[in-house]
């Protein structure tokens, strides 16, 4: 199973500060220019995207190679795409030197952060039933890419 998707934590106005500056000077770095003080802070939440492409893509470059041996110059445009992320860019081949010029790369993703009520289960005679079962709060995340990891943040008054 993956690591935890969803956590909450409340913390004192004491605490909160600690967390900022001994775990996300990153972040307190970025309030600090934001002019945002520690005391207005009312929730934080993160939100981790943790993303992969393991797809292998091969692309036929005959043409480049008849263009080196005819030493002449070529421009192949070149796209690489899933329903995640585009790389879009050209093959060069001008004089004398190959390269590969990336023009521009999109990254889409959505995450929906769902948040229900549901009862525990319990056995009634050795029938597992969730009838009367103490109610709680469950989250579960869709990501149409990738995983997210969401950590929020309350401070207690």
Do not use: H
Request: charged letters at 30%; aromatic letters at 8%.
């Amino acid at each position: 199973m993956d690591s935890l998707k969803f956590a909450s934590q409340t913390y004192t106005k004491k605490e909160l500060t600690e967390y900022l500056e001994y775990n996300r000077k990153d972040l307190q770095q970025f309030l600090k220019e934001q002019k945002i003080a520690n005391r207005k802070l009312q929730q934080i939440i993160t939100q981790e995207l943790k993303y992969r492409d393991t797809i292998k893509n091969s692309v036929n470059l005959q043409q480049i190679l008849a263009a080196i041996k005819n030493n002449q110059n070529i421009k192949v445009p070149v796209i690489d795409s899933t329903d995640c992320m585009i790389i879009k860019g050209f093959v060069v081949f001008e004089n004398d030197t190959l390269s590969l010029n990336i023009t521009d790369r999109q990254f889409k993703n959505k995450s929906d952060v769902v948040t229900y009520w549901q009862r525990n289960q319990w056995k009634l005679l050795g029938i597992k039933t969730r009838l009367f079962g103490k109610k709680k709060a469950t989250v579960i995340i869709k990501d149409n890419c990738g995983r997210t990891e969401t950590f929020i943040i309350n401070k207690r008054n």
